[in-house]
DNA sequence: GATCAACTCTGCGATAAACGCAGTGTGCCG
DNA sequence: CGGCACACTGCGTTTATCGCAGAGTTGATC
């Protein structure tokens, strides 16, 4: 439900998410969905065998449950939108409040708490270089318990692909 | 098309997708896709007011040129089903060659190329540790010109979205 | 400035998909 | 055994998608 957690702030689908079963056939569902995310719920039903209305209901579930989202994805540094940087922290006190708080902040996308040389890393979409330095400045080193802040500015996307499969 | 690179391996599309214009009508798309990447175009015609052929037109260009993908996100780590990671390179020699190489590799789900203390930001999507210290091992230390590797184990992603508009 | 080609939009009919709902089968628990 | 919850099916209705022909615009060429 991470995934979701911009979605669903309060983290009050906790529970819903953990029950949701994710067996073969959801499986099915979100692999063919990774590569087209439009895909008919017909068609869908034809390649699993199932009726169209079975695959809606769990689509539906899916998607409501918060395990999967479907959404247009684009690179903005290729459409000249944004100034994008992956931000590695080294932080003390509590990890998941301050990634918590980090999440918060809009120009914030990705947030991960990892092992490591750092304790988490952020990806952040600006506008220009002074969006950038105001976010750093004001709203990521001001959070209490960061320690260091290092900052990687994106050059280019190389590669970005979510069709990982469901293993 | 560097988001769309996985599926333009070739990087034929290049000319193409830098020839799409990307006016009002398409940001105004591609921000009501990101929200929800399976709204109607229907109703995507009726709230932004053009023809529904125009918009499915519009759109299936989008798809097309490789600026926009319309896929299904879930968050690998959540459901139990990959040992995710991001690997920081230091390399010498021809960046991009090194990072089409990488991207080259099917666990490899995002390269970017960035200035700092890395060159390249690689994330991983494994089944277990020994998958991701296959990986490293074999895949990633082995091509030439990685001087330094460092990687960081995925603990919990904290948040994960994509509407980030279009500026 | 007329002509032509390239492009994007509109309108519409035919086809296909999505939706809602009632009904059926199955597993579970008292 | 009976009752309940759950997931699936089948189907009629509504809605959306698709494909195409035609109209309007733009820009280049002669």
Redesign the pocket.
Known sequence: MSAIASTDPGGKNRGVTADL?LDE?NKQIIEHLQRDGR???????KTI??????????V??LLDGGLMQIVAVTDPLTLGFARQAMVGLKVNGDLRAIADEIAAIPEVDYVVICAGGFDLLVELVCTDDEHLLDLLNEKVRTIKGVAVCETFMYLKLAKQTYAWGTR
Chains 1, 2 share one sequence.
């Open positions: 079963a056939i895909m008919s719920y017909a068609t869908l039903a065998g199932l009726s169209e209305a079975a695959v809606r209901q769990r539906q579930r």
